[in-house]
């Protein structure tokens, strides 16, 4: 008999580096963090949803056969529903409340980590296994859910972070191969903040969207399949805008390869170069930062940040920034570090 009652809980993420790789065939290596969404659901007889956003005090009601659009988070609910079922999952009637320590649209990946969660949430009341479809799955099942009913072409990163995270580790994903290696992250006394630019943003409809069409005219022009597979002389002929994107996609992943190998070799300082580098690169060849974010990474770096940088999407969010042992980052900072994936939790 499926469960009645199940809590399933879908992490946040930090992306270490390997920022606007995903869509373009790349790599990145994110991690999940503690904070996440947190979907309480329990089974009803009528086959109709109601969800409750317990941070907007909001609350809607559909039929499970419902296939009309919705906006902002009542089309992820809705999206979700659709596309288990289309998996061929009997999705029932529920009541979920949503909640959490997520900020929304903060870079933290609230987005994912709400898909994540409703996925778990109303697989598990359907009496499905999550690991029978498997994870990989689900995370293709969550972005069509993003890319199709909410609107944002967001790639597989926080998806894939948010179900695979580890305690202990960052994940590398190769995303030509989807193959997923753990990589430890070990900190010692270093300490990972983020910091809040107060900016928020939403992907659909946004810049995002038009980042990433830029690389597919770019990939067009150059005749490949993703924008990682260019030869950088080739990249560079492109006209502008497109080569400087193309210029941060390419550099970006020697970057994830070079932070790979600090860790490696437990060199934390040169990891904070490559925080500083990507953020350059960013800024000023991707085009994502804005002023906020801007004096968001200068006030990281001016409490002695070893590195700082944008995370996420851009266009607004939070900030990472990596401090030695000693350092005190500013006030507001949260503290984040890797924590298991998705899961349910104990009813
Ligand atoms: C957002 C998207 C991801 C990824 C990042 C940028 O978080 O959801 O797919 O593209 O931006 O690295």
Do not use: K
């Not at 606007?20 to 790599?27: P, R, S």
């Not at 995370?139 to 305690?167: I, K, M, Y």
């Not at 038009?210 to 150059?222: I, V």
């Amino acid at each position: 008999m499926p469960p009645e009652h199940v809590r399933a809980f879908g992490p946040g993420r930090v992306n270490l580096i390997g920022e606007h790789t995903d869509y373009n065939g790349g790599l990145a290596l994110p991690f999940a963090i503690s904070q996440g969404v947190l979907v309480d659901a329990t089974a009803v007889e009528d086959l109709v949803i109601r969800a409750h956003a317990l941070d907007l005090g909001e609350e809607f009601a559909f039929a499970v056969s419902q296939r009309e659009r919705e906006h902002g988070w009542r089309a992820f609910v809705i999206g979700m529903a659709a596309e288990l079922e289309a998996l061929g999952v009997d999705v029932g009637g529920a009541n979920l409340s949503i909640g959490g320590d997520l900020p929304r649209g903060a870079g933290l990946s609230s987005s994912a980590a709400l898909e994540v969660a409703l996925c778990l949430a109303l697989l598990a009341l359907a009496g499905v296994d999550a690991e029978e479809p498997g994870r990989l799955e689900l995370a293709r099942v969550c972005a069509r859910v993003e890319n199709e009913w909410v609107g944002a072409q967001t790639g597989l990163l926080d998806q894939l972070a948010s179900l695979f995270g580890e305690p202990d580790a960052a994940l590398l994903i190769d995303f030509a191969t989807l193959e997923l290696e753990p990589v430890p992250l070990r900190l010692g006394g270093w300490r990972l903040v983020v910091l809040d630019s107060a900016q928020r943003h939403e992907h659909a409809g946004g810049g995002y969207n038009e980042r990433r069409a830029e690389c597919a005219r770019a990939c067009e022009l150059l005749g490949v399949q993703t924008l990682s597979e260019a030869r950088v002389s080739a990249a560079a002929q492109l006209p502008e805008p497109l080569a400087q994107r193309a210029r941060h996609v390419l550099s970006e992943n020697e970057r994830v390869r070079a932070a790979v190998s600090a860790l490696r070799d437990g060199d934390l300082p040169e990891l904070g170069v490559l925080l500083n580098s990507s953020h350059a690169s960013l800024r000023d060849d991707f085009e994502i930062s804005t002023d906020a974010v801007e004096a968001t990474v200068a006030r990281l770096r001016a409490a002695g940040a070893a590195g700082a940088r944008i995370i996420g999407g851009g266009f607004g969010g939070c900030v990472l920034g990596l401090f030695a042992p000693g350092e005190r980052p500013p006030r507001d900072a949260i503290e984040v570090r890797p924590a298991p994936g998705a899961r349910l939790l104990a009813s």
